[in-house]
Every structure is written in structure tokens, then in C-alpha cells.
């Protein structure tokens, strides 16, 4: 039996899933009547999501398309973070959506925290972008993986718990 236990807290999504939902948006973009003619293009990129369009109106209804297909495969909405849209040649928009991934070290510690005041015997380290928390008792691992589920619902990220030994 092992001495302490141990799960990591990390802020990811599924690329493939995502890689989906863009795939779905192309096809439905090119099938709807009122945008099939916008000449609506949706690039990936490695941290974000580029959409070029004819209007402000097709851009909107671009984003929404998103949103919907992203929850009806699973993938948190935090995730997306839509940035101004800005002008570009030929008389159309660009607009970039920021793909959110990994916790920042202001996280990690808030969160880190939010664990030490509850669980004097549980320890709290940052290892990159994610968070090892480490303990003797798998139930106040388990009571500590709710506190971070309530946590979550203040914060601007999802959250996963992942390796949990």
C-alpha cells in the first residue's frame, strides 16, 4: 500500500474534439443559406482560433455556431476567449479567438491556497502549468478535488484532475 497519494489539477481540452467542431462549423457555414455566400474562413492554429468574414452580423452567427457545437461535444466554453474584432483587406472582419490552456502561477497558487486552508496534511505543489497535490488519505484527496470543483465555478478556466494514484 503507498505511503501518500497523489492527483494533478491541470486546465486542458481535447485538440482532437476541437478539431471536430471547426470541421463541423466549415461544413454548416457552407450549407446555410445565409452564410454560404460570406466566404466565411475558420483557421486553427496552434493557441487560437482565426475567423475572417464578410460582416459583422456573419461573425456573430460564426461565434454562436462555436459555442454550440464546442458544448454539444464536451469541451468547456471557458476555454474560448473572443477578442476584439478588427478590420481587414478587402472590406471584411477578422476576429481571433485565444484557445485558454494551463493554469498561471496566480492560479495555481490561489488554488494551492484555497487547499492548504481546508487540509493542514495535504501538500500543494506547482509544477509548470498544472498542480500536484499530495496526501496520506485518499478521502481528503477526494474532498480536496470537490473544494476545487466549487472553486471552478469562479474561475475563468476549467479545470481537470488527472494521474490521480
Do not use: W
Amino acid at each position: 500500500m503507498p505511503a501518500s497519494y497523489s492527483f494533478d489539477v491541470v486546465s486542458d481540452f481535447d485538440r482532437q474534439e476541437l478539431v471536430n467542431v471547426i470541421d463541423q462549423i466549415q461544413r454548416e457555414v457552407s450549407q446555410r443559406y445565409d452564410l454560404k455566400d460570406s466566404e466565411t474562413e475558420i483557421t486553427l492554429e496552434s493557441e487560437e482560433i482565426i475567423i475572417v468574414t464578410a460582416s459583422d452580423m456573419t461573425l456573430k452567427a460564426v461565434g454562436d455556431i462555436l459555442l454550440q457545437k464546442a458544448t454539444k461535444r464536451n469541451l468547456s466554453l471557458k476555454i474560448f476567449d473572443f477578442q476584439d474584432p478588427i478590420s481587414s483587406s478587402g472590406n471584411r472582419l477578422k476576429q481571433n479567438v485565444v484557445l485558454k490552456k494551463g493554469l498561471t502561477q496566480e492560479m495555481a497558487k490561489k488554488l494551492g491556497k484555497a487547499i492548504r486552508d481546508q487540509f493542514k496534511k495535504i501538500s500543494v505543489s506547482i509544477q509548470g502549468d498544472s498542480l500536484r497535490v499530495t496526501g496520506k488519505s485518499r478521502d481528503e484527496l477526494q474532498l480536496a478535488i470537490g473544494i476545487l470543483k466549487e472553486q471552478e465555478e469562479n474561475l475563468e478556466i476549467p479545470l481537470q484532475f488527472e494521474n490521480y494514484r
